[in-house]
């Protein structure tokens, strides 16, 4: 046993070690800056939620979608999809639209 732990002590290591052992501390450094980064957003979002909960009257009550400050956006759009005025805008856009492919069209073709 001491013959083999000799020979093993008197080895040389493989080529590049030193490199690989850099390149791994470096790697480990990075997830643990990132690591770090993470626990402060963690941290940041649980006061946050705390004093959202402090701000509640009744916690029971809400729902998640009540948190969200966007909560019925969607129907204004439709309603507004609906409108008169949605209908005009969008086809005087198509048309455009389609002035600009018949001009650019018009370049394209005089170019070959």
């Known amino acids: ?33 990132q690591m770090k980064t993470i626990r402060t957003l963690f941290n940041r979002l649980k006061k946050i939620c705390d004093k959202l909960d402090e701000v509640a009257e009744d916690p029971e009550d809400r729902t998640l979608e009540s948190w969200i ?30 002035v600009n492919k018949i001009e650019v069209f018009a370049e394209c073709s005089s170019l070959w």
Do not use: H
């Open 1 to 33: 046993l001491r013959r083999v732990c000799g020979s093993v002590g008197n080895e040389k290591p493989p080529n590049n070690f030193g490199a690989v052992v850099a390149a791994n501390s470096e790697k480990k450094m990075k997830i643990l800056e």
């Open 69 to 98: 400050p966007m909560k019925g956006v969607e129907n204004e759009f439709q309603n507004y999809k609906d409108s008169d005025a949605y209908r005009a805008a969008n086809e005087e856009r198509r048309e455009l639209l389609e």
